[in-house]
């Protein structure tokens, strides 16, 4: 349609009869005069709509979903992110504090037997199933180490120095089965080597074949001169096993180390020796032994009746043995012939006078008829 007076008359003209239909409609309300007008379309144009609408939602809900699963899953990346940095800075919290009480330890180890040590960090192990037992250390010759330098941690002994670095330096551990270190027990100061067997508890060769220890009883380094590589005092570890006196010059114990080779992070590496040997002050305290616990049982005295029950029980038993002793009684008096003498039984006739046994000898006629006598009285 061109743009003409006529066309813009018919426009303005349709749009005033439009708002007046409207005007009408709302305040007509309910009986609004174009309502059957309404209702007409509605049959009409309905049906048209909701075949619109149902071709047309697929692909809204579509959209709708594509746009949606984007921000979800935006969402969920950052859930995650979040999820992971939160994870990262409780682990981080874990570590450092333990790290904490690994140098608290460490700085109490070294304080107690004067030891000036320079601290590292483990951030290198070597091989279990290698040729030797290293760990390498972050700490090298610009750190002022040198090789043969005693490598130690807050429990004891870790190894000794051997290879430096500018920056790192290689420590071999005291479980490798090269290393080898004099110790001293305590209290007895029985002297010793021990050396190491991988995963297995240190062999310590005690050079009197007659010490006397057990398990239980702990040693310390000995120390080397010019306190290199090792310096004296420090805790070696604890006899779980002694082997039996064979009449050696030596005898073998077995010793638990006080440090835990696989899981090693600070240490500290000791470069200046103490002034004096520490001797046993830097070994840990031993637990104290548990109270004993003693239990009194206090008797309760019986009740009446019951002691009167106990009393008539003891007279029966009395009775009873009255009855055995009478009747053991007659059974030692049966052989009353027992008390005489012997020879009484026998011959009763020794007892008699000798005359009257020798006037019998004479007349045996006397003895034979006693009547006869009688007879011949005047």
């Known amino acids: 349609m061109r743009d003409t007076r006529e066309s813009r008359l018919l426009l303005v003209l349709l749009v005033a009869i439009a708002f007046a239909l409207i005007t009408v409609d709302i305040r007509g309300g309910q009986e609004s005069p174009v309502d059957g007008a309404r209702q007409a379309a509605a049959a009409v144009f309905g049906p048209v709509e909701n075949g619109v609408a149902s071709a047309v939602d697929p692909i809204g809900n579509a959209i709708g979903a594509v746009r949606d699963s984007g921000e979800r899953n935006t969402r969920i990346a950052a859930l995650e992110k979040e999820n992971a940095e939160l994870k990262v800075e409780l682990g981080s919290d874990d570590r450092n504090r333990n790290r904490l009480r690994e140098l608290d330890s460490l700085l109490k180890t070294a304080g107690a037997g004067q030891y000036g040590i320079k601290g590292a960090q483990v951030i290198a192990i070597g091989s279990a199933q290698g040729f030797s037992w290293t760990v390498t250390i972050d700490v090298g010759a610009r750190d002022g180490i040198q090789r043969d330098m005693t490598v130690l941690n807050g429990a004891g002994l870790v190894g000794r120095v051997t290879t430096v670095g ?213």
């Not at 306190?227 to 077995?254: H, Q, S």
């Not at 992070?265 to 004993?292: E, F, N, W």
């Not at 029980?313 to 008390?339: G, I, M, S, V, Y």
């Not at 005489?340 to 045996?364: I, L, R, V, Y």
Request: glycine share 8%; charged share 25%; hydrophobic share 30%.
């Open 166 to 378: 500018p920056t790192t330096s290689t420590v071999l551990l005291a479980n490798d089965p090269d290393f080898t270190v004099g110790t001293r027990m305590e209290k007895t100061d029985e002297l010793g080597f021990a050396t190491g067997q991988g995963d297995r508890p240190l062999l310590v060769q005690l050079l009197n074949g007659k010490a006397k220890v057990k398990p239980g009883d702990r040693l310390v380094t000995f120390g080397s001169a010019d306190d290199r590589p090792f310096v004296p005092g420090v805790p070696v570890g604890e006899i779980i096993r002694v082997d039996p006196m064979g009449g050696g010059l030596t005898r073998n114990v077995y010793v638990r180390p006080y440090v835990g080779f696989s899981k090693l992070d600070i240490v500290g590496v000791v470069v200046q020796a103490p002034r004096s040997d520490p001797r046993d002050t830097v070994l840990p305290q031993k637990p104290k032994p548990a109270p004993t616990v003693t239990v009194t049982v206090t008797a309760k005295p019986p009740a009446e009746g019951e002691q009167a029950q106990g009393e008539k029980a003891e007279q029966p038993l009395r009775n009873e043995d009255q009855t055995q002793d009478q009747a053991q009684q007659p059974a030692q008096d049966q052989n009353p012939a027992q008390k005489q003498n012997p020879a009484q039984k026998q011959n009763p006739a020794q007892n008699q006078d000798p005359a009257q046994n020798q006037d019998q000898a004479q007349d045996p006629a006397q003895a034979q008829n006693p009547d006869d006598q009688g007879d011949a009285t005047p």
